[in-house]
């Protein structure tokens, strides 16, 4: 990795840890989020950052492609091959169950769910898209990448946008509006438009890419896919990407207990994978009549699955590392691949 590329990476990094150590001396989420907000000077150095990193790096070298594809492949596979499809007649099969009297289900809505979803009757192709372009938002979003596709309808928004196409928009103080039947967003790319409220149960596919570890609270990770939910149509999907360059097994755990906080909101995993860098999750919406386990409902009684962590919030480098002087080119690497955990796109190899 040359130097402007690792600049790029301790740019970023600089502002998530510096995130995270104001959170974690007071944790006042909104006073350090607005202060955060309000300084565009460390916002335009990000978003730079961000750019360069994701077209320089990210693009030519490493993973930014293979996220962007599998975001694409699990769209395409879920929504016109047939996915979505088995996944509703299993719905079907285990309504069936429990119209019998099987003991082992509850009838949703998931009574810990803040957003109730519409009920409607389980017809396999209700939601069976084949030609219609899908309507995704993608949170965060650093230069746009799914615009190119002929899939999407893209609104991409982001805090500090980096590119003309994506709009400025805080998704965390956003407002959420139902939006009449059959009106879409006019929203023209280059006009600078704000985004303050965004339209409830519009959009098929919601992005979440590399964005949740950017917050600094365990807490408002959960809430922002809360939102996402209200903003996805009943079975749209909500994808998450968040990096991780341990092994497979070593944050097992915790994935599990992402995947159950998540599916607390009213969501269903479809889809899990880890490569070396990068956890990716695709989580459906479920139908206001779904099926929930009752071993599931137990887990869900527990408070902290109102909370999504990542290792750093149990362990954070000292300050001092900026002074650290190394005595050869190894040490000066060894200490980059270790500082570079959080940050997928750079191989140690």
Not at 1 to 23: C, D, G, P, T
Not at 213 to 235: E, N
Request: charged residues 30%.
């Amino acid at each position: 990795m040359s130097a402007n590329k690792e600049q790029f990476v301790e740019s970023i990094r600089h502002v998530h840890k510096s995130l995270r150590k104001k959170y974690r001396a007071g944790n006042d989420f909104d006073r350090i989020w607005k202060e955060h907000s309000e300084d565009d000077e460390a916002l335009n150095v990000y978003a730079k950052s961000m750019l360069d990193l994701a077209t320089m790096v990210w693009d030519e070298d490493c993973d930014g492609k293979h996220r962007i594809k599998w975001c694409l492949d699990i769209c395409r596979e879920y929504f016109r091959e047939g996915g979505l499809k088995k996944i509703l007649d299993k719905d079907r099969r285990r309504k069936g169950h429990y119209l019998d009297g099987c003991d082992d289900f509850h009838c949703g809505p998931n009574p810990f769910d803040k957003h109730t979803g519409t009920a409607h009757e389980m017809d396999p192709g209700s939601s069976f898209i084949v030609d219609k372009k899908l309507d995704l938002l993608d949170v965060g979003s650093c230069y746009d990448p799914f615009r190119k596709y002929n899939e999407f309808l893209t609104v991409a928004v982001d805090l500090k946008p980096a590119c003309k196409t994506v709009y400025q928009c805080d998704f965390l103080k956003a407002g959420v509006e139902t939006i009449a039947d059959g009106k879409t967003l006019a929203l023209i790319p280059g006009d600078k438009i704000q985004l303050v409220t965004i339209p409830a149960e519009y959009f098929n596919v919601v992005v979440f890419s590399l964005l949740l570890t950017y917050i600094p609270s365990p807490f408002v990770r959960w809430q922002m896919c809360g939102k996402a939910h209200r903003v996805l149509k009943t079975d749209g999907l909500l994808l998450i990407i968040t990096p991780d360059s341990s092994h497979q097994n070593k944050n097992a755990a915790r994935m599990k207990r992402w995947k159950l906080a998540i599916e607390r909101i009213g969501f269903q995993r479809v889809k899990y994978s880890k490569d070396k860098h990068l956890h990716f999750m695709a989580f459906r919406k479920v139908p206001g009549d779904f099926l929930w386990d009752y071993k599931q409902a137990e887990y869900w009684k527990n408070e902290d699955l109102r909370e999504l962590h990542i290792p750093q919030d149990f362990h954070e480098s000292s300050d001092e590392e900026s002074e650290v002087c190394w005595e050869n080119d190894d040490q000066r690497r060894d200490f980059v691949n270790e500082c570079l955990s959080e940050m997928p796109g750079f191989d140690p190899s």
